[in-house]
C-alpha cells in the first residue's frame, strides 16, 4: 500500500511536471506541431515546479513549498484559461499570437519573414481525446492546486 504522503506529492508535481515538459517537446519537435506563444509561455510554471519540488522533496515538512507549488499551478492555470478563451473567442488574443500577412516582394526578405511566421494562438493543432493542450494544462493545474490545497489543511488540522 502506497502512502501519499507529502513527499510524495511533491514526487509526483515533479514527475507530471517533467513529463509534461518532455510532451509538449515531443510534440512540437517529433510531432511537427508548432507552439504557439501563450504554450511556450505555459511551459514555465512547470519549469518552476520542477526546481520547488526539489526543494520540496528535501525539505517537505516545511509548508511553504506547498504554497509556492499552488502560486505556481494558480499561474498557470491562469495562463491555460486564457489560452482557452483565446481558442474560443471569448478573449482577443496577444500580438506575439497574431500571424500576421506578409507583404514582401523580394525573394530573401520573404524567406527570413518565414522564419518568424508566429503560430496564431486561437488555432487548436493538436488535441488529445478532444481536449486541447490548454485544456489539459488547465485540468492538471486545477487538479494540482486542489491537492496541495488538501494537504495544507491536512497539516494545519494535525
Known sequence: ?????????????????VGSIFGAIYIEYFLNVKACALCIYQRLPYLAAIFVCFLGINYHKNILWNYLIIVIFLISSGLSG???GIENGFFVELASCKNESINVTDKEKLLESM???NVSCKDVNFTILGFSLATIN??????????????IINVKNK
Not at 10 to 16: G, I, N
Not at 138 to 151: D, P, Y
Open 115 to 117: 522564419k518568424t511566421i
Open 138 to 151: 488547465l485540468i492538471i493545474s486545477l487538479t494540482v492546486i486542489v491537492v496541495g490545497t488538501m494537504f
Open 82 to 84: 486564457y489560452h482557452i
Open 1 to 17: 500500500m502506497i502512502i501519499f504522503n507529502n513527499k510524495n506529492f511533491f514526487l509526483t508535481v515533479f514527475f507530471l511536471s
